[in-house]
């Protein structure tokens, strides 16, 4: 059984930075997708960033390329997400979210596509 656990959330101040750890177990993922979400009160869960973890290929959401940047550690089985210039809409809580594929097109966008999910970790940013 998959298991995600996200860390390194906690409160920043506007314009620092903040990288997010995913630290994946329970299978073999050579053959694997993981993505990033964030959700904030009302709103929907939406997508942030995604990485292939075998090639590494990466994909953004159009309003995120940029300021974040997504990778992973094979050896550790984490990926991260490095946010940089951070705003007051930036306050969410982030997921990490997971599902077998090894081509980029299974770094998708929407949440009901990944059946494996971390718990989440709350990012907060104040101005």
């Known amino acids: 059984q998959v298991r995600l656990v996200e860390s390194g959330g906690r409160l920043v101040q506007a314009g620092t930075s903040l990288r997010l750890s995913c630290a994946a177990s329970g299978r073999t993922f050579s053959s694997y997708a993981v993505g990033w979400f964030r959700q904030a009160p009302g709103t929907e869960r939406e997508f942030v960033a995604g990485i292939i973890w075998s090639g590494g290929s990466t994909r953004y959401a159009e309003s995120r390329e940029g300021r974040f940047t997504i990778s992973r550690d094979k050896s550790e089985n984490v990926v991260y997400l490095q946010m940089n210039s951070l705003k007051s809409e930036d306050t969410a809580v982030y997921y990490c979210?997971?599902?077998?594929?090894?081509?980029?097109?299974?770094?998708?966008?929407?949440?009901?596509?990944?059946?494996?999910w971390g718990q989440g970790t709350q990012v907060t940013v104040s101005s």
């Open positions: 979210a997971g599902r077998v594929g090894s081509g980029s097109q299974y770094v998708a966008r929407f949440p009901v596509e990944y059946p494996d």
